[in-house]
């Protein structure tokens, strides 16, 4: 009886106390079961953009798989695809993308996860070299669907044979007739070796410096003189004289600036046997200054007109010296000397004759 009743006892407490677990448990069951079937808040970076977001997937994987994203085994995924997933994690997804790379006249297209152009390119295995450039620039970010080219520069130096052209140097001639030239030297071109700094783009030439030059034959400039002379025909005169403008006188390749010029001189002529003198007479042939008179070179002359010594040009006749003079000479005549009186007499009597007074010394 005892027994029972003592058993009896501890029946009614065991269950009074799983009541009162029950009471405890069922509320904290409900409350875990509950916040398993809530969402979990996680930020996701996708390709560098990160954003919050709500879900019930269990694992990383879980979580790719809900938002219906394929990762492949170029992608990079942090954390694994195995990681359960709390509230507050973080989950990283850089996705490769195929960019296009235009290179060496062809398109390459390269497989990275890299988000500029310089991580693109070597994920790529494309080296650069040192003076090539890209578009984009090397630090520019990329975006899925871009292009990226690459443009090769080259710096050499080449060598190049050059033709130097020659020119044409005219001069000035007082003693050439104005209108008339004369090539005084022919041109010749020249070679040169032009040494040049060569910059290409993609084989293209986009720039030439010229670095230094080297002459191989030296140019020969074309010289033409240039006539100033003005032609002046006196009056009865059978040849010109050509006078510079600048009061200069030429003829016969020679210039000269004359004292004073006569106008209407007549001449006549005269031979060493025409002064009466006995050719074994000491002063046969010779002529008032004491020197021996001479063919094509003596004149007789008034000495106040044109004094002794000095050189003259007669036209048609050429250029004489003053060495003589005669009772006949007065003015303007002029007794020229030549070599026999029969000359003389072929000689005759020219007027109106143009005579050039030059002076002592002969052009």
Request: proline share 5%; glycine share 10%.
């Amino acid at each position: 009886m005892e027994l029972r009743t003592i058993w009896d006892r501890y029946k009614n407490r065991g269950l009074v106390l799983f009541g009162g677990l029950a009471l405890v448990l069922v509320p904290m069951i409900g409350y875990f079961s509950a916040q398993a079937t809530q969402p979990k808040q996680v930020t996701f970076s996708l390709d560098g953009e990160s954003r919050t977001v709500a879900t019930k997937a269990d694992t990383v994987e879980e979580f790719l798989a809900e938002r219906q994203i394929a990762v492949t085994e170029k992608d990079f995924v942090q954390p694994a695809p195995q990681t359960k997933l709390k509230s507050g994690a973080l989950i990283t997804l850089h996705t490769v993308w195929s960019i296009p790379v235009r290179i060496d006249g062809q398109t390459k297209v390269i497989q990275t996860r890299s988000r500029d152009v310089a991580g693109a390119l070597k994920d790529g295995g494309i080296a650069l070299g040192e003076k090539d450039r890209t578009e984009p620039a090397l630090t520019a970010a990329l975006t899925k669907d871009a292009t990226i080219t690459v443009k090769r520069i080259v710096e050499k130096m080449v060598d190049e044979e050059e033709r130097v052209t020659y020119q044409e140097i005219r001069k000035n001639d007082p003693a050439l007739e104005k209108g008339k030239t004369k090539v005084l030297q022919e041109g010749q071109e020249g070679k040169a070796i032009a040494h040049y700094k060569l910059v290409t783009e993609d084989g293209k030439e986009i720039s030439r410096e010229l670095v230094s030059r080297e002459v191989l034959t030296p140019k020969k400039d074309r010289v033409v003189a240039m006539g100033t002379a003005v032609a002046m025909r006196s009056e009865g005169a059978s040849e010109r004289v050509l006078v510079a403008s600048a009061g200069m006188v030429s003829r016969g390749g020679k210039v000269f600036r004359p004292k004073k010029v006569l106008n209407g001189v007549t001449l006549t002529a005269y031979s060493p046997a025409g002064g009466g003198k006995h050719p074994s007479s000491p002063g046969y042939g010779r002529t008032a200054t004491g020197v021996k008179a001479q063919p094509g070179h003596t004149i007789a002359v008034d000495p106040r007109v044109i004094p002794y010594g000095w050189w003259v040009y007669i036209e048609g006749v050429g250029y004489r010296r003053a060495e003589d003079t005669g009772g006949a000479m007065r003015g303007g005549k002029i007794d020229v000397f030549v070599s026999t009186e029969s000359e003389a007499v072929r000689f005759g009597r020219k007027r109106n004759k143009t005579v050039y007074v030059i002076g002592p010394q002969k052009p």
